[in-house]
C-alpha cells in the first residue's frame, strides 16, 4: 500500500495528479463514490489527463475528447479503450493505491 496525498488534497468532484517516485503518473479523482486512481495519462496520446474536464462523474480529454466513467474506468463516447485503474483506499483522511512492488512507488510530496 503506497501513500499518494491528503484527502483534502483533492477537492470534492475534483481531480489531482500525482507523480509516483519512479516517475510514473498517477490521477486521483473524487466523486461521490469515493476516490479513484488511473493512469494519469490518456491511453490515445500520452495527453495529461489532469488539463481535461471533469464533471464528478466523466473524465473528458480535452485533445480528442475521449471520455471516460470515472467510477470504472469504462471508456464511453469516443473512447477505444478504458483506463488503467489502480485499487484505492482511504485511511485517517490519507489516500493510498494497492499496487505490486515496482508497478508505482508514489511520493508523499506529490505534483
Known amino acids: 500500500m503506497l501513500f499518494l496525498c491528503r484527502t483534502e488534497d483533492v477537492p470534492e468532484n475534483g481531480m489531482k495528479q500525482i507523480e509516483a517516485e519512479t516517475g ?25 489527463l489532469c488539463e481535461g474536464l471533469y464533471d ?12 471516460w466513467k470515472v467510477g470504472t474506468g469504462e ?6 479503450c478504458p483506463l488503467q485503474p489502480y485499487p484505492a483506499s482511504v485511511q485517517d483522511g490519507e489516500i493510498y493505491v494497492h499496487v505490486d512492488c515496482g ?9
Do not use: I
Open 24 to 48: 510514473h503518473k498517477l490521477l486521483v479523482l473524487h466523486s461521490a463514490e469515493g476516490y479513484h486512481v488511473y493512469d494519469a495519462m490518456c491511453p490515445h496520446q500520452e495527453v495529461p
Open 103 to 111: 508497478e508505482a512507488s508514489a511520493s508523499r510530496t506529490g505534483t
Open 75 to 80: 471508456a464511453v463516447g469516443l473512447a477505444e
Open 56 to 67: 464528478g462523474s466523466v473524465l473528458t480529454c480535452h485533445e480528442h475528447l475521449w471520455q
